[in-house]
Structure formats: C-alpha cells, structure tokens
C-alpha cells in the first residue's frame, strides 16, 4: 500500500510525447558539450588535440563506461526513440563539417613540395592499403556478418584498406599549430601529404559506397556513370555559377545570405550524391572543394568563422552518436589480439609509408620519424568513415569498436612522441607561397578539431 502511495505522487511530465523527445534529446546534447569541454580541456593539458577529448566524451557518456554503472544509464539519458534525432542533427553537423574540410584544401600546399608529397602520399596511402586488405582476410571470417546480412570480401577488405590509409587533415592542421611546426619542412609537408591522402581516401570510400548500394554489375555502373556525370556538372556549372555568387555577395557585404546559399548548396549536393547512390558527405565535401577561396580576408572572417561555430556546437552529436555505438565491454579475448593486429598494420602502413620516401628524398631520420607520426593521425576523419561503413551496415559493433579505439590510439601517439619545435626548425623552408597557403588553411581549423 505504501509502496502504491507513493507510486500515485510521483512526478511524470505532462509534456506530449513528441515534445519530451525534443526536450531529451535537447538534454542529451548538453551532457555531450559540457563533458566535452571538460575532457578536451584536459587533452590540450596532455599535449592531446581538443578532438581527443569530445570523442572520449562521447564513448564515455555511451556503452563502455556510463553503461557500467547501475540504472542502464546511456539508455535513460539517450532512449531509442531519441537516437534518430540525434542522428540527423550529427549529419547536419557532418555536412557542413565536411563542406569546411573540402573548402580548406588548397592546391597552393603542393607547390613547394610537390613530388615530394606525391611520394610520401601515394607510398603511405599504398603501404597502408596494402596491409589493411592483408589484415581484412584475418579479420574476415569473425566479421562477415552484418546485422544478418553477409558482407563480401570485396567491400570489406576495399573498407579496411581505406580506413588504413586516412590521415587527419583537420586534426593535423591542430597538431601542427599546437606544436609551433606548421612553417617547418616536416609541417609543409605532412599538410600536403594528407591533403592528397584525405582525396585518394574519399575516392576509395566513395567506390565501397557504390559497391555496397549496388546489386550487380549495372547497379556499380550506373552509381559510377552517373557520379561522373555529378562530378563534371560540378566542376564544369556549379564551380563557375558559386564563383560569380560569392563574388556578388561579397561585394555587396551581404555576407547572411551568402551564408544560407552555402549552406543550401552543401545539403542538396549530399541529397545528390545520396540519391546517385554514394554517401552524403562526399556531396558535401565537393561542394567545399569547388567553393572559391577569394577573397579569402573576407571569406574567412564572414563564413568561415561562423561556419566553425556553428560546427563546435553540432559536431559533438557526431561524438556520442559514434560513442553510443562503441562498446569497449563486448570485446573479449580474440577481439583484443585483433585490436593488436589492427594496431601493428595501422601505424605500420603509415610510419613506414611516410618514412621512406622522405628518408630517399634527404630528410633526417628524425624529420622522417616525425612526418610518419603526423601521417598516422587518423582522428575525426577516421570516425567519419567508420560510422559511414556503420550506416552502410560494412562493420559490426565490435569492429566499430576496435576501429574507433585504433584511430583514438594513432592520434594520441603524435603529440608526445613528436619532437619540440625547437628540433625541427633547423630543417624549416618557409617562403612565401608556404605562409599563404598556411594562412587559408590552418587558422580555420583553430575552431575545430
């Protein structure tokens, strides 16, 4: 009786449901903010980027640690019904995150160190590849099946391998500034490496895209016939048509509505591109690729700025939607002689990848050394591709996991295994050309991982 009592006064909301869902989710996101504030705060005290913190906020506030407590916490503070709200804000997040990151890249880090990039690019990018699909035919037969679904091994390898080759763009851009080398030889370079990286990594996520959405032979012809025909249509109309809005709205300082055009634009080429039949974020990221960089003053402190805030907000929903579906627990003993496999060939791929050329083109092996650990920084990149092969239904939970904690691991090694700046400087070659190219890059990224 006393028990019913006290059932009859307790307190329920008389908010309608859709309503609590909104107010939940509304919650959720300010758990992940203040939490990742907090423990990006304290990567930065450890030599760690911010990034390295709000995904571990993300995992925290997930399965792996909050979940070990009693009361089944993850599920109260993000119930299921919550979930695919989550996931769309992330995706807006992502789209316009990825909008930045093709926006950032600049064919003018080339320059000064053109073959060399190529080199220590396609070596990395090859190397890595090649031991990713290696370790894929260990990791295969434990993996093949997906939420009942059988996975080829085809698209499973081609996804490792991608996922092994990958570095950071953004999260390099912070290491480098963090660390006082980006105007250093090993800095110049190691941005135009990954920026070749990061373009060689979309394409080849792009084709186990098209591999997993189509059914056979003329299905894979027509997403790649018609992603094609998208590219040209972007490059050949789309590139001029944004050339002569920005220019005409950045003469006018109208600055709001060139922002809503952009942001427009970004959405409905990810709807483009979902519709061809590859991933949005790849809509996203050519749309920013294509976008002009001039003038660039006035573009980066109207858009770009703004545009940064706007992801330091919505980014960590990417977070705990990526932490809510790792769960370090469910990992056993196999699983983590895997995590150890996965690991050897991640940093193996790359460290020896970037070492190699750069040691034949005459660098020190310390230069070397340090270019190999920036390449091996995998980061928010990294978590992109996952939750895309997630989405794609390429990864089981487990392989997720293991793959998440890898690109957590590759990141962390760089900052105290880097030398100071002090060691790199004498090998610095700044000029011109490298302070500009360096001025539309990195400071955008100070806002973000």
Known sequence: ???????????????????????????????????????????????????????????????????????????????????????AVSNVGLALFMFMVGWEFEKRILRPHRGMAAAVSISSVALAFGLGVAVSALLYPHHKVVAGHHISFLTFSTFMGAAMS??????????????????????????????????????????VSALVTSKGSGDLLQVLSLSAVYVAVMFLAVKPLLAFTVRYFSDKQQWRYLMVILASGTFLSAYATTWIGIHAIFGAF?????????????????????????????????????????????????????LGAILVVACAGKLLGAMIPARIFGMSWRE??????????????????????????????????????????????????????????AGSTVDVEVGEAEAATVPASKGRP
């Open 368 to 425: 070397s050394r340090a270019l190999g650990l920036l390449m091996n920084t995998r980061g928010l990149t990294e978590l992109i591709i996952l939750n895309t092969a997630v989405q794609l239904g390429v990864l089981d939970t487990q392989m997720f996991t293991m793959m998440v904690i890898m690109a957590l691991v590759t990141t962390a090694l760089a900052g105290p295994l880097l030398p100071r700046s002090s060691v790199l400087v």
């Open 1 to 87: 009786m006393e028990s019913h009592a006290m059932d009859s006064f307790a307190l329920k909301s008389l908010a309608p449901h859709a309503d609590l869902q909104i107010a939940t989710m509304l919650a959720g996101i300010a758990c992940v903010l203040l939490v990742g504030v907090l423990l990006g705060s304290l990567a930065k005290r450890v030599r760690q980027p911010r990034v390295i913190g709000e995904i571990l906020a993300g995992i925290a506030l997930g399965p792996s640690l909050l979940g070990l407590l009693p009361g089944d916490l993850p599920h109260k503070l993000f119930p299921a019904d919550v979930r695919p709200l989550l996931s």
């Open 166 to 207: 990958v570095t950071a763009f953004p999260v390099l851009a912070r290491i480098l500034t963090d660390n006082r080398i980006t105007h250093t030889r090993v800095g110049t370079l190691a941005l135009a490496s990954a920026a070749v990286d990061d373009i060689l990594a979309w394409c080849m996520l792009a084709y």
């Open 286 to 338: 050519l749309f920013g690729f294509i976008m002009p960089r001039e003038p660039a003053v006035q573009l980066a402190e109207n858009l770009r700025k703004p545009m940064d805030n706007v992801c330091v907000i919505l980014m960590p929903v990417f977070f705990i939607v990526t932490g809510l579906g790792v769960d370090i627990n469910g990992l056993h003993a196999r699983q983590y002689m895997e």
